[in-house]
């Protein structure tokens, strides 16, 4: 079992800033994949960025040049660095990483920009 904690969501304004943490309780972290998720009411959760367990990054073009996606092995936790955030980001945040075909997700931390 792995078990995922997000946090550092929060209210900011339209053009602030925020840093998600993604804390992982699992000692295969270093070996693993992450991506971040999000999830706006009533909207279907899209995926926003991953890293690998090389530290190759990728992201939704909705984010891409705004969102820096980052990891630290040694405290078994990524982060989602987020600038410049807009009205349409606000969402629940969540992180996932994969096991085999095993899924495990956190909780979701949220974010809500105001206008």
């Known amino acids: 079992q792995v078990q995922l904690v997000e946090s550092g969501g929060g209210l900011v304004q339209a053009g602030g800033s925020l840093r998600l943490s993604c804390a992982a309780s699992t000692p295969r972290f270093s070996g693993l994949s992450i991506s971040w998720y999000r999830q706006a009411p009533g909207k279907q959760r899209d995926w926003v960025a991953g890293?690998?367990?090389?530290?190759?990054?990728k992201y939704a073009e909705a984010v891409k040049g705004r969102f820096t996606v980052s990891r630290d092995n040694a405290k078994h936790a990524a982060y989602l660095e987020m600038k410049t955030l807009k009205p349409e980001d606000t969402a629940a945040y969540l992180c996932?990483?994969?096991?085999?075909?095993?899924?495990?997700w956190g909780q979701g931390t949220q974010v809500t920009v105001s206008p």
């Open positions: 996932k990483v994969s096991i085999g075909t095993a899924e495990y």
């Open positions: 890293i690998t367990n090389s530290g190759r990054t």
